[in-house]
């Protein structure tokens, strides 16, 4: 079962715009951490935020998150075309690997 | 130059026939990780490695053999494939009680006809 989920599905803006895509976990974590896969690539970490931050910034992209309701978002302002990926998110919860959400697909046209 | 490499990118293989999926990476990591994703499932951990000559079973061991050499290498096995092992596959290198990111290959597709 999943122990990290992404909401919405899928998004779909226009350049310019922001995103904002939502992730929920299930368990107490160490670290959670945003990854993008654009297509035909391996994903990529985006930004990281340990479990004593409340938000964390690098350049266009804004994470938050809270750990009493066990979820972060991601923010992209100013979008660009190759914004479009997939993003995940992943918690690190002090075991052997992360684990990762099924990730939410963002498309962003000009 | 890509730390994590994969090979070969792109693979068809007949059902019940053995394929090897290989990974090298650059980063000196002692983990490696093989996961597989498929829509609907995200990324699913197949099996992982500390170091050279271990390894160990994830989430999603069936039918899947692994191997690690050397620090720089870890290959998956497929002894007899078959057309439900048809996914991406992702390479992957870490140090996650040091910096909790995980470094990706660009993948394989594997199609099992």
């Known amino acids: 079962s999943q122990l990290a989920e992404e909401n919405p599905w899928a998004l779909s803006v226009h350049e310019g715009e922001s995103v904002t895509v939502n992730c929920s976990y299930k368990t107490s974590i160490t670290a959670l951490q945003w990854y993008r896969q654009k297509s035909g690539e391996g994903p990529a970490q985006l930004i990281l935020?340990?479990?004593?931050?409340r938000e964390k910034r690098n350049g266009r992209l804004r994470a938050t998150l809270d750990t009493s309701s066990q979820s972060s978002s991601l923010s992209i302002t100013a979008t660009r075309c190759e914004d479009t990926a997939v993003y995940f998110c992943?918690?690190?919860?002090?075991?052997?690997?992360?684990?990762f959400g099924t990730g939410t697909t963002v498309s962003v046209s000009p | 130059e890509a730390a994590v490499t994969q090979s070969p990118r792109n693979k068809v293989a007949v059902t019940g026939g053995k394929v090897t999926l290989s990974c090298n990476q650059t980063n000196n990591h002692n983990n490696m990780y093989w996961y597989r994703q498929d829509t609907g499932h995200g990324l699913r951990l197949i099996h992982y490695s500390y170091g050279a000559g271990s390894t160990e079973k994830g989430d999603i061991p069936d039918g899947y053999k692994a191997s690690r050499p050397s620090q720089e290498n870890f290959s998956l096995i497929l002894e007899l494939a078959t057309p439900s092992q048809t996914s991406v596959y992702f390479c992957?290198?870490?140090?996650?009680?040091?910096?909790?990111?995980?470094?990706f290959g660009p993948g394989t597709r594997l199609t099992v006809l």
């Open positions: 992943a918690s690190y919860q002090g075991g052997r690997a992360l684990i």
């Open positions: 935020i340990r479990s004593n931050e």
């Open positions: 992957a290198s870490g140090v996650l009680r040091v910096s909790y990111e995980q470094y």
